[in-house]
């Protein structure tokens, strides 16, 4: 799998916009760029996904650079609640039909400063 | 709340001892999926079953099996229990119509004692 490098730490005040970097310099044509998050004391929950174009949905906005070697995941507007480690993960679409096993990395852990 | 149910929720067990966790999926989803958190290692992939057949295995221990029925329930068998076992475990489900994602449930916490 292709590999994906965050900062390990990020902190932005509440109500502010966040922006949450992944580097992703040997993705493939064919990767998908993925990212969850993971509460304290939850399971991993999705949050986006895309290919080449921007994307948006009603939790988050995904920036993916025109070289596709980057990305950014954008939270409009930074609550307490999405204090959480976030991940960005690379996915090959043309894995085999079925296999499509997420590999997380560390992420990034997100802190919100009332 | 994701869709996805996992019992129990906590598990506290001795080593050498055999437990089974529970998943149930997604109204709807065919595949499941293991993972395990700890500490030192991160959230790490185990298995994943479609429609009741084996699809990828990645770093599961002989000790542990897992298998789906035909109603799409799955279980994680976990046997001669060793305190580096103590983790959360995930499941997690998805739909192979959808974009890929995977919704993961509560997760089960083992502690070995």
């Known amino acids: 799998d292709a590999k994906t490098t965050q900062p390990n730490s990020m902190e932005s005040n509440e109500e502010e916009p966040v922006h949450l970097p992944c580097n992703h310099s040997t993705i493939s044509g064919t990767d998908y760029i993925h990212w969850y998050r993971q509460l304290p004391s939850q399971g991993p929950e999705y949050v986006i996904h895309g290919l080449t174009s921007n994307v948006n949905n009603r939790m988050a906005s995904l920036a993916i650079a025109e070289d596709r070697k980057s990305s950014t995941l954008i939270l409009h507007r930074a609550t307490l609640r999405d204090a959480a480690v976030y991940y960005c993960?690379?996915?090959?679409?043309?894995?085999?039909?079925?296999?499509?096993?997420?590999?997380f990395g560390t992420g990034t852990r997100l802190t919100i400063i009332p | 709340d994701s869709g996805v149910t996992q019992t129990p929720k906590h598990l506290i067990t001795a080593t050498g001892q055999r437990v089974t966790l529970r998943c149930s999926p997604r109204s709807g989803d065919l595949s499941v999926y293991w993972y395990q958190q700890s500490l030192d290692q991160g959230l790490q992939f185990l298995i994943q079953y479609y429609n009741g057949e084996e699809r990828a295995k990645g770093n599961i221990l002989e000790r542990f099996s897992a298998q789906q029925f035909p109603d799409l329930h799955s279980e994680l068998n976990l046997s001669s229990l060793e305190l580096g076992d103590s983790a959360l475990y995930f499941c997690?489900?998805?739909?192979?119509?959808?974009?890929?994602?995977?919704?993961f449930g509560p997760g089960t916490r083992l502690t070995v004692t």
């Open positions: 997690a489900s998805s739909d192979p119509g959808g974009g890929g994602e995977q919704y």
């Open positions: 993960i690379l996915r090959d679409i043309e894995g085999d039909f079925g296999n499509e096993k997420l590999t």
